[in-house]
């Protein structure tokens, strides 16, 4: 059971990339998928989850420094969750992570209320 997380890539500043969270079996079994990123010398961070009420209806958070940049969204079709990321900034390089639960969240974006993680897929802003 594991999440696959892709889109990753080198993109200049200003520039987009959509980042995508794939479950083999259905993304709609989590209680909330989270995006977190490590950059290269720093703590891992969280930047965005989406918690599902029900199958149509659902939140979402962002952390400060990305809200109005990145959307969280989800496709039932598809198991997957998206995060698009526009107007990227050089300290948006990091290796970004999805994250799922099946619990009920006590936190905003805390790490450790996330128990099933994906491989990471590598974000670089840079020209």
């Known amino acids: 059971v594991q999440l696959q997380a892709s889109g990753g890539g080198l993109v200049q500043p200003g520039g987009s990339l959509r980042l995508s969270c794939a479950h083999s079996?259905?993304?709609?079994?989590?209680?909330?998928i989270a995006w977190f990123r490590q950059a290269p010398g720093k703590e891992r961070e969280g930047v965005s989850r989406i918690t599902f009420k029900d199958r149509r209806t659902y939140s979402t958070y962002y952390q400060p420094s990305v809200k109005g940049r990145f959307t969280i969204s989800k496709d039932n079709a598809k198991n997957t969750v998206y995060l698009q990321m526009n107007n990227l900034l050089p300290e948006d390089t990091a290796i970004y992570y999805c994250a799922g639960t099946i619990g009920i969240l006590d936190y905003d974006l805390a790490e450790f209320e996330f128990e099933i993680w994906g491989q990471g897929t590598q974000v670089t802003v840079s020209s």
């Open positions: 079996i259905s993304v709609s079994g989590y209680s909330s």
